[in-house]
Structure formats: C-alpha cells, structure tokens
C-alpha cells in the first residue's frame, strides 16, 4: 500500500459519524501466521460479546464475520499487519488494509473507529529512497510503508570485444573509469529523479563500501544532505533482506526526528511560543483546529475522557455532570482521549509524530502540540 492511499483512508475513517451499531477495528501480527493472529482475534471476540445483547451482538457477529472470512480468503503473500475496520449497520461498512510491516494485536468494539496505530504506522513508516549498488550494476528503490514501490535497475555496460593490438593498460584502465564515471552518474540521475519526483526526503545507501565511497563523494549536496545511513551489503544479498536492514535503520532515523521535534516543542514552551503540553491543553487546541503537530509519547496513557452522542460535544476528563454540558442531552458515553486526538489530528491535517522514549515528554503529561496560531485563550495543563 502506498502513503497516498493509506492518507485517503485515514481521513475516511477519521470523519466517519458516530455510529449506534458495534464498529469493530481490528489490527493483528501477521508475522506467525494466520492462525496466531486468528487466535488472538477470537480471544477478543469471546470477551467482547459478553457485553452485548439483541441486535447489538447480531450485527457484531456479521461484521465479525466478514473479518474472519477475509482473514482465511484475501491476505496476500508478504503481509506482515493487517487492519480491518467493519460495521453492520444499516449502510455497512468494510475496509481492510494490508501492509508489509507488523501491527500490534489490537481489537476494539466502539462507536467510531480507532486510528491510532495506523497513525503511528505512517509515522514510522515513511517514504524513502534505496541506493544499493553492487560493482556491475545498481537498484534504486522506492520504499513506501515498507514496501518498495519502485524498483529501477541499471547495469554498467561492458567495454566491447577489441584486437589486442589496439588497448594499451592505460588506455583500458582509463575508459573504464570513465565508464564508471558515466555510470555513477547516471544511478544519481535516477536517484534525484526518483526522489524529486515522488517527494522522497530520506536516502539509504547499500552495497560495497568502494562502489558507495564514490557513489557519495560524487552526490550533490541536496542528495548527500538526505542520506541517513549506509547499510553493508554484497551483490549476493538478497533484495528483501537489504530492504529490511533499511527498514530497522530507517525507524531509527525517525526516532531521532521525534527526539528533535519533542525539543522543538520544548522550545517553544520555554519561549511562550506556539506550543502547549497536556492532555486538556493539547485536546482544547485540536477542538479548535490549531494544531500543525500533535506530539505524543508511545506510552502516553490519558484518563477516559466523554462525548455527547446527540451533539458531539466532548471532553478531555470526566463529566461533571450526568447531562451534556452543551446541549444537555443524557446521551453521555466514554471517549478513548488518545483516540480522539488521533481522529481530531487527522480530520484537522494536523501531522502526528509519535516519540517512542521520551522522559521530557512525559514528564509534561506525554503529550503536547506544535501550534498553527494562538488560540482564544491560554489552556492550562491542569489535566494532563
């Protein structure tokens, strides 16, 4: 799956109504096979119908149903994380997303589908260009949420048959580094095509360490400032095991992105700038779409928050009161807080960056945000 699709997808889910029938998001590890994850999604199913009844665990049992259907019949060859996201109502519902990467085991029955760890997957998961380079040949490879989606291979021509009489040593050993020269020169071209052309901003270099030491000093500077590592690798590696020695590199790289983008955040604290921290602080700034990046730790776990069914009003901690405090409708139920922001983020096109450690960040209560303008007043952290 492409980011472009999997974006299409995550502003369809973050937008859909609330529903009164059970919506069931379902993300499982597919990496021990489909049993295993078939296992941990009856695990689920035998705990979530216990709280249901009449036609709430009918039309459960029919978007179940269709879950465990697509799970024996449609997972490709590859798929390492499946999400599938199913309701039974009157207009049902179906959408399933299989990607190359794992997803953790998650199941959950809610009003609204629950998006965050596809977030969290696009976070990790990002664009970004492979240059693997053997002594005869190169790949340049488009990775896309794991998967390469682009795949462009270019061999450095023999120098043809000649009589004996007409090369000298010199003469050989020269046109040969001149080929080599028009060669590298070339892998750039593709490299800087493929980059510009699809809005790569990471490159990772593979291969021999003599073919990339001139592989690198021949890049121009836009290009060298985008490499993020150089990964070893012999010309009989095979082309998934490399991808998958750039995938552990490249998660690294983008921690190291969230530990900057958490000082950034810091900063402007610091400054009085445009940021806030905390949960109540961060939940009122996505209400009024203020916010360019939402910074969450992984391990940012809010209080249970609430919603009015009737008109959608919401909170970051419990209700005060049995009625909502804006239309006064009894129609209060639970909100997952760290839910809602992620569905609000989306919605809003605000950027998510997820920190996997963190101290700073929670220390302010895990989560904060980067912010497009001041709002209408000041938010205090007094929730976080």
Not at 162 to 172: A, E, G, K, M, Q
Not at 186 to 195: A, C, G, K, L, T
Not at 335 to 344: Q, T, Y
Request: proline share 4%.
């Amino acid at each position: 799956m492409e980011l472009k699709e999997l974006e299409r997808h995550l502003l369809t889910l973050a937008t859909l109504p609330q529903t009164d029938a059970p919506f069931i998001s379902c993300y499982l590890n597919l990496e021990l096979g489909i049993p295993a994850s078939h296992q941990a999604l009856d695990e689920r199913a035998r705990v979530v119908r216990r709280t249901l009844a009449g036609q709430s665990r009918q039309q459960f049992e029919e978007a179940l149903g269709q879950i465990e259907s697509y799970l024996r019949h449609d997972i490709h060859a590859g798929t390492a994380g499946v999400a599938i996201f199913a309701c039974a109502e009157e207009q049902p519902f179906f959408l399933p997303l299989q990607f190359a990467v794992p997803l953790p085991n998650w199941v959950v029955v809610d009003v609204v589908p629950n998006i965050y760890h596809l977030l969290e997957l696009k976070d990790t998961y990002d664009r970004y260009v492979v240059l693997f380079c053997a002594e005869t040949w190169a790949r340049v490879l488009g990775l896309n949420l794991g998967t390469a989606i682009e795949d462009v291979r270019k061999e450095l021509r023999q120098l043809h048959d000649r009589p004996d009489r007409d090369w000298t040593r010199d003469r050989y050993r020269n046109l040969r580094q001149q080929q080599i020269h028009q060669f590298i020169d070339d892998v750039i071209r593709i490299v800087n095509q493929m980059m510009s052309a699809g809005g790569y901003a990471h490159l990772v270099l593979a291969g021999h360490h003599k073919i990339l030491s001139q592989v690198r000093n021949a890049l121009p500077t836009h290009l060298e400032a985008k490499v993020v590592d150089i990964i070893p690798a012999t010309e009989y590696d095979r082309v998934k095991d490399v991808i998958a020695a750039t995938l552990e590199s490249f998660v690294e790289q983008e921690e190291r992105e969230s530990q900057a983008v958490v000082e950034r955040l810091q900063r402007e604290v610091n400054t009085n700038g445009l940021a806030v921290t905390g949960t109540h602080a961060s939940f009122e700034a996505l209400r009024w779409g203020q916010v360019d990046t939402l910074v969450v730790a992984k391990a940012y776990e809010p209080s249970i928050g609430w919603t009015c069914r009737d008109c959608e009003a919401a909170g970051a901690g419990a209700p005060t009161s049995a009625r909502c405090s804006q239309c006064h409708s009894t129609r209060i139920r639970q909100l997952n807080v760290k839910e809602e922001m992620a569905r609000m983020a989306e919605a809003t096109g605000s950027a998510v960056e997820v920190v996997n450690h963190s101290e700073a960040l929670m220390r302010v209560g895990g989560v904060g945000c980067l912010l497009r303008f001041a709002g209408p007043e000041k938010y205090s952290a007094k929730a976080a």
